[in-house]
């Protein structure tokens, strides 16, 4: 009996071949993994800054346990959990001015693993010359500690992107640890479907009723990655969205209560985010909540919200009761429930899946480059130095036609034409740009009739 006749068989559970294993090449993260060693060649969230007092603090990123501190002197340093005098873990260690002491037998280890002192041994004692504690390069930014986990010289700018310098946006740091693998937090962000059902008609309307409506959806690749375009009737506008993601992991959303009811031109986005593997079976969401009037258009966002394993909207973490997420499931139950790692060759993707196919696909293709010896790709173009990005909502005034699904896949094609390519991409005032030219298009299509 072949596979498929036991698959469209009813009651065939039983007659199952044993579960085949996850796909280790996409979902492994240990070192020297070709995901693992990917994903080390970017700088990672680590934690965020308000997590870090005091005390040191045991963290664990790609399977590996480590000790993040900040010393006296207000600089934060990472280093291998276990001492390297008898290994005692350092997060018992006492912060001082210039580095983390240990409990045990008083090493001192500075922020990048030199040791300073062993206070044991003779004043005249060369040992701490011929011995290096394992440490990471870290940076601060904004609130986020970040890590460089690669090979030292493969060490890139920590990069900025564009979307960090937005009018009048606030970032709020945030995170959220989910107890499976990060490539199927990670490429829910390339699965506009399931803002159509889980999010709206499924349970209830967890963000606003237009998103029930099922979008025509198209998967575009960027010089940095590659962006959703789900483009949507509503009413008299039609509204064009789009999530970007930044490989390998960073992830741009757009307003999360956007509501398709009023005009906005290239309005930017309400979270970036990275998820990063903690090991093979945890992942944790790291970002930025963006507080600006175009992301919160109807006052709804709430900044008090937005901290430690804390957002401020629906169905992002496990600490609600079981059955409250059995009634009223969110994106946190989806995606840890997939299993702790999702087996790939158990799934039936369909056309709706296409995005998670081509992020697979990129990913694939980034970590084998980078497997063979290559240079991960990033995006070359900048723009008043910081990197282009391409994430966005955009609504207009569009009445509907006699052939509509057509029109509306029409204007999602062409705005996301002007959003992606073209040469104003390096120029200082490229969303000036952009939004001219959307605009333009916009009051083209209000002169044409049918
Ligand atoms: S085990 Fe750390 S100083 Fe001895
Ligand atoms: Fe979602």
Same mark, same amino acid.
């Given at each position: 009996?072949?596979? %498929? ?5 009813? $009651? ?39 997590? *870090?007092?005091? &005390?040191? =603090? ?13 010393? %006296?002197?207000? =600089?934060?340093? &990472? ?24 409990? $045990?037998?008083?090493? &001192? ?39 460089? +986990?690669?090979?030292?010289?493969? %060490?890139?700018?920590?990069?900025? +992107? ?13 995170? *959220? ?20 059902? *889980? ?14 409506? &099922? ?12 962006? $959703? ?5 509503? =009413?008299? %506008? ?75 909207? +629906? ?30 060759? *158990? ?93 333009? $298009? ?9």
């Amino acid at each position: 009996m072949t596979q %498929k006749t036991i698959l469209i068989k009813p $009651y065939s559970a039983y007659e199952r071949e044993r579960q085949p294993a996850e796909n280790a090449e996409l979902t492994h993260v240990e070192k020297g993994s070709p995901m693992g060693e990917y994903l080390r060649r970017f700088w990672q969230p680590v934690a965020l800054s308000t997590e *870090l007092g005091e &005390l040191p =603090k045991a963290v664990r990123m790609f399977g590996e346990d480590l000790v993040l501190f900040r010393a %006296k002197n207000g =600089k934060p340093g &990472l280093l291998e959990k276990h001492c390297s005098h008898r290994g005692t873990s350092l997060e018992f260690g006492i912060c001082e001015d210039e580095g983390l002491r240990c409990c $045990y037998h008083g090493w &001192l280890f500075g922020v990048d693993g030199t040791i300073l002192e062993t206070p044991g041994d003779p004043p005249d004692s060369q040992l701490r010359f011929n011995v290096c504690h394992g440490a990471y390069p870290l940076h601060e930014y904004r609130g986020i500690i970040f890590g460089y +986990f690669g090979p030292p010289q493969e %060490k890139p700018e920590f990069p900025l +992107f564009d979307t960090y310098a937005i009018d009048d946006d606030r970032l709020v740091p945030y995170c *959220l640890t989910y107890p499976c693998n990060w490539l199927q937090v990670h490429e829910n962000v390339m699965d506009p479907a399931h803002a159509v059902f *889980l999010h709206t008609r499924i349970s209830f309307t967890q963000f606003a009723e237009a998103w029930g409506e &099922l979008p025509d959806m198209d998967f575009v690749p960027t010089p940095a990655g590659m962006i $959703y375009v789900t483009t949507r009737r509503w =009413k008299d %506008k039609v509204w064009v969205r789009s999530n970007d993601i930044i490989l390998p992991n960073l992830a741009q959303v757009g307003h999360i209560w956007e509501d398709g009811q009023d005009d906005k031109c290239f309005a930017r986005v309400a979270i970036t985010r990275w998820t990063t593997p903690i090991d093979n079976q945890t992942c944790r969401i790291i970002g930025w909540r963006h507080f600006h009037p175009d992301a919160d258009p109807r006052g709804i966002a709430d900044e008090a919200q937005c901290g430690v394993e804390s957002v401020d909207f +629906f169905g992002q973490n496990g600490a609600r009761p079981y059955e409250d997420r059995q009634r009223m499931p969110g994106d946190y139950d989806a995606q840890v429930s997939q299993r702790p790692i999702a087996v790939h060759a *158990l799934e039936n993707l369909t056309r709706c899946d296409r995005g998670v196919a081509m992020l697979r696909q990129l990913l694939r293709r980034e970590s084998n480059k980078v497997a063979q010896g290559g240079k991960p790709s990033v995006s070359p173009l900048r723009t008043d130095g910081a990197t282009p990005t391409y994430a966005h909502d955009t609504v207009i005034s569009a009445p509907p036609r006699e052939d509509d699904a057509a029109f509306i896949r029409e204007v999602g094609k062409t705005i996301t034409g002007i959003v992606v390519r073209g040469e104003h991409h390096e120029a200082a005032d490229r969303d000036r740009q952009v939004r001219a030219r959307i605009e333009d $298009y916009a009051q083209s299509l209000a002169g044409t009739t049918v």
